[in-house]
């Protein structure tokens, strides 16, 4: 099992960005596929990014694909969202995930983290 702390979120301008953190304790970090989820107001949870354990397959949300990058440091225990170009409809709380790997993780995540808030002005 994981336990998972995000970090970074903030309020931004349209147009500019923010890099989101995931802090994953224990050992095993590695070993999962790791990926973020957002709910914006009035919406569902939706998936937005996951990458494999190693860092070799990742997947995109269509409404992100081009401006987010995801990406994982696993010595340092941590997951990234660099979200660029960003929109007012970008605005959401922001979630980390975890899974036995990518597949599971855009469906069925096994851990989650609390949530950051992102918010985009125009």
């Known amino acids: 099992q994981v336990q998972l702390v995000e970090s970074g979120g903030g309020l931004v301008q349209a147009g500019g960005s923010l890099r989101l953190s995931c802090a994953g304790s224990g050992r095993t970090f590695g070993s999962y596929a790791m990926g973020w989820f957002r709910q914006a107001p009035g919406k569902e949870r939706a998936f937005v990014a996951a990458?494999?354990?190693?860092?070799?397959?990742?997947s995109y949300a269509d409404s992100v694909k081009g401006r987010f990058t995801i990406s994982r440091d696993n010595a340092e225990n941590t997951v990234y969202l660099q979200m660029n170009s960003l929109k007012p409809e970008d605005t959401a709380v922001y979630y980390c995930?975890?899974?036995?790997?990518?597949?599971?993780?855009?469906?069925?995540?096994?851990?989650w983290g609390q949530g950051t808030q992102v918010t985009v002005s125009s």
């Open positions: 990458v494999s354990w190693s860092g070799g397959s990742r």
């Open positions: 995930a975890a899974g036995e790997s990518v597949g599971v993780v855009t469906t069925t995540p096994g851990y």
